[in-house]
């Protein structure tokens, strides 16, 4: 799981939750609205953090640089469901900040990979970011069937 430049302690704490529950590493690229120590952060994910494969970017650019994994863009700008993506083993799931989004610049060059989750017309701009992300983990997960879990 990638989070560009997340804001919100809580929502990157609870995306870490997940990551421990699930065994997904944790990308966290700079620059973050908060601190890693935050405490609000720390809360949201307990005291799973030592279960997180935790790796921070320095910006943007040095994560796709250093990514050899095929990425999967999520945005509600995506043509496309996350439904019927074709995850595999070692995809990485790259979701932007809560307030802007993923950069369109990133968006237009990877067209085929973004993606979307659906919702009702004109009842919200989005989902909460750690509501999307577990979304779409358990959706790879599911069709990888659920390795490593039980």
């Known amino acids: 799981m990638v989070l ?19 065994g997904c590493a944790l990308h966290l690229v700079e620059p973050l609205g908060f601190s890693i120590g935050d405490r609000e ?14 790796r921070v970017h320095g ?3 040095a994560f796709l640089a250093a990514c050899e994994a095929p990425l999967w863009l999520l945005s509600t700008r995506g043509a496309r469901r996350y439904d019927a ?9 790259v979701f932007g ?20 989750v659906p919702m009702r017309e004109d009842a919200v701009r989005s989902l909460n970011l750690a509501t999307t992300v577990g979304i779409v983990t358990y959706a790879a997960l599911a069709r990888l069937g659920f390795p490593g879990l039980h």
């Not at 993506?85 to 799931?93: I, V």
């Open 4 to 22: 560009v430049h997340p804001q919100i302690p809580p929502n990157t704490g609870n995306v870490a939750r997940l990551c421990a529950a699930t």
């Open 41 to 54: 952060l720390k809360r949201a994910g307990l005291d799973y953090w030592r279960a997180v494969d935790l």
């Open 59 to 61: 910006s943007l650019e």
């Open 85 to 93: 993506a074709s995850f595999a083993r070692g995809d990485a799931m």
């Open 97 to 116: 900040p809560e307030t802007a989004g993923l950069p369109q610049r990133l968006l237009d060059a990877h067209p085929e990979r973004v993606l979307r």
